[in-house]
Every structure is written in structure tokens, then in C-alpha cells.
């Protein structure tokens, strides 16, 4: 296959035209051609008025011609597709494997095992999909809480409740893997193709419990309701766990619990592992009309059929710190996404159509350890401590209802909230706050650094009516326990820390990728458990 690059065409083209346009630029008559297709799909919306610009794939009937055809073409390369072939160990496991966490890195392990005939135990200390659901609209509707179940915990993990974005900076050849398994799944076909694609939260539910049904189908066994407790060991190796339903023996742990599991992070460290610190941010959701958005993104194009939904992604240094936004989510919601009583934490989520009035992201600035001495248990009650300023701040709205102030407020230190073409779209509830009293002061004028830059880049960013609700205090674990390039965790023999609460991943695309890593090392040093 060949990849055709940089197709520049007017919002006013058709896919035809794409096509007709890649031919002639390699040169190759339609005679030769078996197939054309869209390989790659953006918008380039910096110059005036935007353009498509497309890739596009073109399969010749003679495989073998594709290569001088290519070679004539400075935008154009060869494409195939990445070899994922698998080699079972010898090693035998006396157990099956076990799988902690059934967010995307623990999903896409467990489905690599299955696969494969390893026919895995999967853990996941919240419910199945559709009683989570339940109680994610029960808590938004009545601020009763179960921290077992709710927007971070339970099947799909956080990721479930958000844009349901797959887009990742890591370029590994298995995000291909990846994407193939959400389409056999579900997944809209345009996943394949668009440069920024996303699932939406809506169809994602579904796609997750479609892959959680397919493992259990090879011989998986998924326990619901489950949370990680112990570990058992002996003489430095792993030899079984205990858990809230009773213990199992197992040698070969994948460890993928996600970055809210502070309980575990916790029992971790109680039983002598070393975590260490890593950075993440703290911050809050930012909300602007849509429409606004994307008259700043497109200018007098905004609102052509053509065009996407508009979307952005800022960062600005300030001194040693960065402030960027995080899970940008066009047309969407903010969602009360607490896991602890008496804590506020705020996200984003988008249904796929994304046809809200509001765009909303968070706006965060960077931490690390050297701000907690190293020390993880102080990063961990530093976010415990945000949240439940957040809480005290908003409570006199009701239960877990969230502070909130415009962001000329904010920039001003007024605490005042002023609603106008901006409804604010958590779902608790919002009440005016001074955000920047939440917060260390100079993590605070850090941010109002960050955003005044931002009204450079993209017009009407402060605008009068703009909101910022609070706080956001989960863009990442905010701990690692350290891995071998072989996956294997540094202080203890079959535990394989993996996904975003082991601190290797940011986001859906890593972390499957991640699990798909780790499960390839566990196939790749032993054979299946007998029985």
C-alpha cells in the first residue's frame, strides 16, 4: 500500500476528488489501481481559510509495482502493516495470570491473553458497565456516592467517562492493534482514518463490553466488585494475592489499577514496596460556548459542514512550570467525578455526536517531587487535600457541588461568578468560589500566567463569561512503581506494573497499548497454565 501525504483541497471537495488528485501526484493510471482510500483526514485552519488535507492510501493490483511508484513522489511512502507475531515461552505457569484494573490497559492485556489461550483472571474492584452507569447518573442525580463505582472505578476505568479520545504522542506500532480491535468491536469507522479520532462516551460503553465479552468467550474469567488487597510472596517472587472475594494463587500479575486506586497505592507501600513520585497537575475545567471556539479556530469558515468540531490544545511555560489544557472536550460536559467522600474532582466527557453548546478542558499546571520531598504519600494527600477544599468550598450548593468563578475572576482574585451565554454543565451543581484561595498561591498565579497567554492564541480565551469550575486533580497517577525493560517490577518477581495508576501511561491509546505490552511478556517468557 502506498501512502499518499499533504492532499490540500477546499472545504467545498469530496473524497473523489482526493483520490483523483493522489493518482496524479504518483503518476500511476487508474488501470493499475485495485483500491483508494481515505488513510488520514485533518483540517489546517492556520493559514486564512482552512483546507482538508488528506492522506490517502492506494493499493495497486501488482503489489510489486508499488515501490517505484512511491519512489516518484516526495509525498508519498510505502505502508505495511506491522508484523505483531507472538512466541509463547517455555516457562510454565503452575496458575493462570491474573489482571488487576479493567480500564483500557487491563482490558487490552487480558484480550492479548486470552487470545492466546492463557485464559486470564481479571480483578476489578467496580461493577460491570451497566450497573455503573446506574450508579454514575444516581450519584449526579442525588450526590449519594459509591467509591466503588462511579466515574473512575468500575469496568472501562475513568476513560469511559470522557471524550473517549485515542489520539497518543507515543507512535508505537501496536496503537494499530489497537484501533483494529475498537473497530472489530463497534468503534465508528472513522477512527481509522481521522487525524484526531474520538469514540465518545456513549458508543465506547458499548465497545468495552463487547471486548470484556469476547475474553470471557476465550475462557477468561472476569470478577466484578473485586479490589486488590495483599500480595503473598516468597523469597522475592510473587506466589498469590488476596482480594475483598477471597484469595488466588498466581506467579504472573498484571498490575492496572489506574491512577485513582490510592487504597492500593497505599497497601503497595505498607508492604514494603517503594512507589516513586512522578509528575501530574492540578487545576480546573474551563468552559466557552462551542460556537466561540471555533469562530477563533475558523475564522469566517466556523460552522461549515465541512469542519469538525472545533478543538485545541494549549501549553504555556512559566518559569519551571507548564500550564497547559488536558482532555479537551468539544461540545461537552463537565462531570462530578469524585471516587472519596467529601472530595470534588471535576472531568470531561463528550458524547460522540459532540453536539453540546459548550466546549470545556482542563487547564492544569504541572507538580512533581520535588514539590512533596519525593515523598508519594504527600503527592497522594496533596490531591486529597484539593479536593476536599473543593468540597468545603462548594458544599453550601448542595452535596459535592463544585466552586466555580469566570476566568476574569479568577485573573482578578474576585471569587465572583457571573452566568451568562456560558451555562456551567457540572452536573452537581455550582457555586461562586475564589479558586485561587484553593490553591497554593504561587500555583495559582502560575495559572493566571498560563491563561493570560492564552487570550493570545485563541481570542475571547478570558472572555466575560467564561467559567472555571474546580478543581481538577486527576490528569495522572501521581506515583510509579518502578518496571525492568522486561516489564517485571524492579522489587518483586511476577508483578507487572502497568497503565496510567502504574505510572507508564497517559490516556486510552497508551494505556492499551501499555496492557498489549505487558501481556506480550508474559507470553513471550511463559507457556499457559495446564487445565
Given at each position: 500500500m502506498i501512502l499518499v501525504r499533504n492532499i490540500r483541497l477546499p472545504l467545498s471537495a469530496a473524497e473523489p476528488q482526493a483520490f483523483e488528485k493522489a493518482l496524479h501526484t504518483l503518476r500511476v493510471p487508474r488501470s493499475k489501481v485495485e483500491h483508494t482510500g481515505v488513510a488520514k483526514l485533518s483540517v489546517d485552519a492556520r493559514h486564512g481559510q482552512p483546507k482538508l488535507v488528506y492522506t490517502v492510501a492506494v493499493t495497486l493490483k501488482q503489489p510489486r509495482e508499488e515501490a517505484a511508484f512511491a519512489a516518484r513522489c516526495p509525498d508519498a511512502a510505502l505502508h505495511s502493516r506491522a508484523d505483531f507475531t507472538l512466541h509463547a515461552g517455555t516457562q510454565p505457569l503452575a496458575h493462570r495470570p491474573v489482571v488487576c484494573g479493567l480500564g483500557p490497559a487491563g482490558l487490552f492485556a487480558a484480550l492479548l491473553l486470552a487470545r492466546q489461550g492463557y485464559r486470564p483472571i481479571v480483578l476489578e474492584r467496580g461493577p460491570a458497565l451497566d450497573a455503573r452507569v446506574q450508579a454514575v447518573e444516581h450519584f449526579s442525580a442525588t450526590g449519594q456516592l459509591d467509591p466503588n463505582a462511579n466515574i473512575q472505578f468500575g469496568e472501562g476505568g475513568a476513560g469511559t467517562f470522557s471524550d473517549g479520545k485515542l489520539t497518543t504522542r507515543i507512535g508505537d506500532e501496536l496503537c494499530d492493534f489497537v484501533t483494529e480491535v475498537f473497530l472489530q468491536h463497534g468503534a465508528p469507522a472513522e477512527i481509522a482514518w481521522k487525524q484526531k479520532p474520538h469514540v465518545g462516551t456513549d458508543l465506547l460503553r458499548g465497545v468495552i463490553t463487547s471486548i470484556r465479552k469476547e475474553i470471557e468467550s476465550l475462557g477468561g474469567e472476569v470478577h466484578f466488585n473485586t479490589a486488590l488487597t495483599g500480595l503473598e510472596r516468597k523469597n522475592g517472587q510473587l506466589v498469590g494475592i488476596t482480594t475483598t472475594n477471597g484469595s488466588f494463587a498466581c506467579e504472573a500479575l498484571v498490575f492496572a489499577v489506574g491512577h485513582s486506586a490510592r487504597d492500593t497505592f497505599s497497601m503497595l507501600m505498607d508492604s514494603g514496596l517503594v512507589l516513586e513520585c512522578k509528575p501530574f497537575s492540578v487545576g480546573f475545567r474551563a468552559e466557552h460556548l462551542q460556537s466561540e471556539i471555533e469562530k477563533s479556530l475558523y475564522h469566517e469558515a466556523a460552522g461549515h459542514p465541512a469542519l469538525p468540531r472545533g478543538e485545541y490544545q494549549l501549553s504555556q511555560h512559566v518559569g519551571e512550570r507548564c500550564v497547559y489544557t488536558f482532555c479537551m472536550c468539544p461540545g461537552g460536559q463537565v462531570v462530578?467525578?469524585?471516587?472519596?467522600?467529601?472530595?470534588?474532582?471535576?472531568?470531561?466527557?463528550?458524547?460522540?455526536?459532540?453536539?453540546?453548546?459548550?466546549?470545556?478542558?482542563?487547564?492544569?499546571?504541572?507538580?512533581?517531587?520535588?514539590?512533596?520531598?519525593?515523598?508519594?504519600?504527600?503527592?497522594?494527600?496533596f490531591q486529597r487535600e484539593l479536593e476536599a477544599k473543593a468540597y468545603a468550598a462548594g458544599r453550601a450548593a448542595g452535596a459535592y457541588a463544585a466552586p466555580a468563578e469566570n476566568v476574569q475572576s479568577f485573573l482578578e482574585g474576585r471569587g465572583q461568578l457571573h452566568i451568562g451565554s456560558v451555562q456551567p454543565t457540572y452536573d452537581r451543581g455550582v457555586t461562586a468560589a475564589d479558586l485561587g484561595a484553593l490553591l497554593p498561591g504561587e500555583l495559582a498565579d502560575t495559572l493566571r500566567a498560563g491563561l493570560r497567554a492564552y487570550e493570545r492564541k485563541i481570542a475571547g480565551y478570558t472572555a466575560p463569561d467564561a467559567i472555571l469550575t474546580g478543581l481538577e486533580t486527576r490528569t495522572s497517577s501521581p506515583v510509579r512503581l518502578k518496571r525492568e525493560e522486561d516489564f517485571v517490577c524492579t522489587q518483586l518477581a511476577g508483578l507487572y506494573p502497568c497503565g496510567e495508576g502504574a505510572g507508564y501511561a497517559g490516556g486510552i491509546m497508551s494505556a492499551a497499548v501499555d496492557g498489549l505490552r505487558v501481556a506480550r511478556a508474559i507470553i513471550s517468557r511463559y507457556a499457559p497454565a495446564e487445565g
Open positions: 462530578a467525578s469524585a471516587s472519596e467522600e467529601e472530595r470534588v474532582v471535576t472531568n470531561g466527557m463528550s458524547y460522540h455526536a459532540r453536539s453540546g453548546k459548550n466546549a470545556n478542558a482542563a487547564v492544569v499546571v504541572s507538580v512533581g517531587g520535588a514539590d512533596f520531598a519525593n515523598d508519594p504519600r504527600r503527592a497522594i494527600a
